[in-house]
């Protein structure tokens, strides 16, 4: 921490001070302004203007509406089983959720959007990922706000704009000012244009910086994977949780039993940072992924979107095995390369941000060299660096069970059996792809950050994915709704505070 004695000079003040620039950091400022009018509010961003937003603009843009707390408390507490969150907390949160909607829709209307019930991309009116646990009970509906991809995101960032409240980009928080005792946060060092600035927030710091899904050593270090690649911002490097261990945070939920977002298939490319989702809705099926032995490794074809890629292995709920078999390949023939965009284009950095957009039949990503491509599958299996013969007998057999009408080695839908046997032969690598982190500093339910006793460190906040409640399991919906609810906690609590420096 950056120690109030040390401070000779501040070169701005705020009443409130959100770093990071995302939902959740929208929500707080959002709620202060509405509760205090002549509050000061400053966001600082690190990012370029152009790319705020955070995940929250990549994300597949899904609400989780629920009218019924019971419920949705009990539904809760079966998909976090394996790291509990706290009963006071979780019987709030659900209080807040069922009476979550309104606002929503009220933020849709002021910035001439369209709120709508459903996930804008599929015909499903809810999304209900754990059946079991009692999804149906728990679950009203899923909605959105149009446009898609990112309408969410833009409804909220029009209602901070017409408060007018201040804003840095390109300013990357640094560290926190604090009584070196009590840990009470005075204010934030920046970097912004080469230069470390000092400044105030007269009542409280709010921390909205999200995960660390961009962090290769610290998704090493804290959650085990070898390698992974982020779906959404590249922003997301973990600088939040390092200041705020640095303040004397209790930390939670880095180390869950699965990412609660899933580990999705990717692709990677040189010249992007993050990585490319692939296609969620196939037209043909003649096609399948291998592992680094050369063999299939999962049901391809399983819709484990619905489940935020988590299969049931011996009554557990775990993560599809993307990040531990080694380098992946999916195989197609020319009939799938033609009838299908390979990647998804409704969310993800690289579509709904940088506006990439993948050409339909794939010939484009083909003369980048991005797809793999031969006359037979021999030859496929030599420019890949794999065992020909290996690849051939994976292929035969899948090919086999295609006749057959039964895919014994993983269950596959039988209508999704179709043979890989039109050439030319494609292969495109795959790669785990990470949708978010939602470890942090542990919080209460109104985003009060603790510390190692359980007690709130005086005027910081938390909100968002950084430190979020969620242990285990995730509910689709539930990431941008608890932005909402934690952002607009943390924007109530700096209105409640008197400032500091009186």
Known sequence: MASIQSIQKWDDSADLVIAGYGLAGACAAIEARDRDPGMDILIIEKMPERYAGGNSRASGQSLLISKNANALIEYQKAMSRPNPIPDDMLEQWADRMVNLEPWIQARAHEAGAEYLHGTGFTDRAAVLEFPEFGAAE????????????????????????????????????????????TLEVFGVVVEKNGQRLNIKAKRSTVMCTGGFENNLDMQRNYFGLSKAFPLGTPGNTGDGIKILQKAGADMWHLRNQGQSGGIWPGFTFPGHTTVFLRQLFFQTFSWIDIAGDGRRFVNETAELQLTHYKEKVRGEWIDTPHHRVGTMHMIFDDITRANNNLVTSVMTWNTAVENYEWSDDNTK??????????????????????????VIDTVNRYNASCERGIDEEFDRNPGTLQPIQHGPFHAIEIVPAIVCTGGGARRNIDSEVLDHDGKPIPRLYEAGELGSMFSNLYQNGSYLTEAMISGRAAGAGAVSLVPWDK
């Open 138 to 181: 728990a679950v009203a509906h899923t909605a959105t706000i149009l446009p898609l991809p990112s309408g969410v995101w833009l409804a909220f960032k029009a209602n901070v704009d017409k408060r007018n409240i201040r804003t840095s980009f390109e300013t990357k928080l640094i560290d926190l000012i604090q009584d070196p005792d």
């Open 365 to 390: 990503e083909m003369a980048k060299g991005w797809i793999v491509s031969a006359n037979t599958i021999e030859e496929l299996a030599t420019k890949l660096g794999r065992d020909p013969s290996v």
